[in-house]
């Protein structure tokens, strides 16, 4: 099942600008968590975050905790 969340429900903005997941979180098949920290122009999955930056987010949340990232809403 689908929901939407807030992009500051998913990610946090770090003290250096840059953004870090609240919990672990697949993109495209990649996974990465809390203590990951990436600034503008760095793609995961092959999105870059920062295009995003607010808007807020289609999420899957799996049975073990982690959101699958499924697109973004306009």
């Known amino acids: 099942m689908i929901k939407r969340y ?8 770090n003290l250096d600008g840059s953004l870090s997941p609240k919990r672990i979180i697949n993109v495209n098949g990649v996974t990465f968590g809390p203590g990951v920290a990436f600034g503008p122009g760095v793609a ?3 999105v870059n975050f920062y295009q995003y930056k607010y808007m807020d987010i289609a999420v899957e949340e799996r049975n073990d905790g982690a959101l699958v990232i499924k697109g973004f809403y306009q």
């Open 44 to 46: 995961f999955g092959g």
């Open 6 to 13: 807030k992009f500051l429900d998913v990610f946090q903005e």
